[in-house]
């Protein structure tokens, strides 16, 4: 089966401005085309998993129920526009606590592999910063940057500078929509 790992703030919905925190359900706003996108994705029988740091959690800001509720009324919107997400990873760690799961550590991709038998260097993962990049390379996936969410940035980064410790998006795509796009017509 098919895989496509997404990250999710700045590829599935808008990332709050200031680099902040989707702390509550009212500040989830999907991107335009996104649920349309899953949706493609998944009648085109991919397995959809989203991989995404949620360090609001270590930080304090938000709990782990507060997540819970975002992301089980995220995935029954998408289910109302016909795709399906097979499975949520998020790190709750404060980027202080050293953990494992944070990307740009590769730990949530590899334990998802492990858990849902996946084949890495099969797998896609889209992401909109450089951390993403990174860890999809680290676990052996093929990675996308999205020009969405912090995505902009993060290209002008990959542009000015080649010491991203030798970690570059195999392709870049306006958004989640033309990514899906290219793997609906490109991924045999
Ligand atoms: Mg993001
Ligand atoms: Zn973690």
């Not at 989830?28 to 085309?33: D, G, H, Q, S, V």
């Not at 998020?90 to 944070?102: V, W």
């Not at 542009?159 to 990514?179: M, V």
Request: glycine share 8%.
């Amino acid at each position: 089966m098919k895989t496509v790992f997404l990250d999710r703030d700045g590829v599935i919905n808008r990332n709050p401005p200031n680099k902040g925190y989707v702390r509550k359900w009212a500040e989830f706003a999907f991107i335009p085309n996104a649920r349309k996108a899953i949706r493609e994705l998944t009648e085109s029988g991919y397995r959809i998993i989203v991989i995404t740091n949620q360090s609001g959690i270590g930080r304090g800001l938000y709990s782990e129920e507060d997540l819970a509720d975002i992301h089980s009324r995220m995935i029954a919107e998408i289910e109302k526009t016909g795709g399906t997400i097979d499975a949520v990873y998020y790190c709750p760690h404060h980027p202080d606590a050293g953990c494992e799961c944070r990307k740009p550590k590769p730990g949530m991709l590899i334990r998802a592999a492990r858990e849902h038998n996946i084949e890495l260097s099969k797998a896609y993962f889209i992401g909109d910063v450089p951390t993403d990049i990174e860890a999809g390379q680290r676990a052996g996936a093929t990675t996308f940057l999205v020009l969405t969410g912090l995505g902009q940035e993060s290209y002008y980064h990959y542009i000015r500078r080649t010491d991203q410790n030798g970690y570059r998006p195999e392709k870049i795509f306006t958004n989640l929509y033309a990514a899906t796009r290219w793997l609906l017509k490109n991924d045999s």
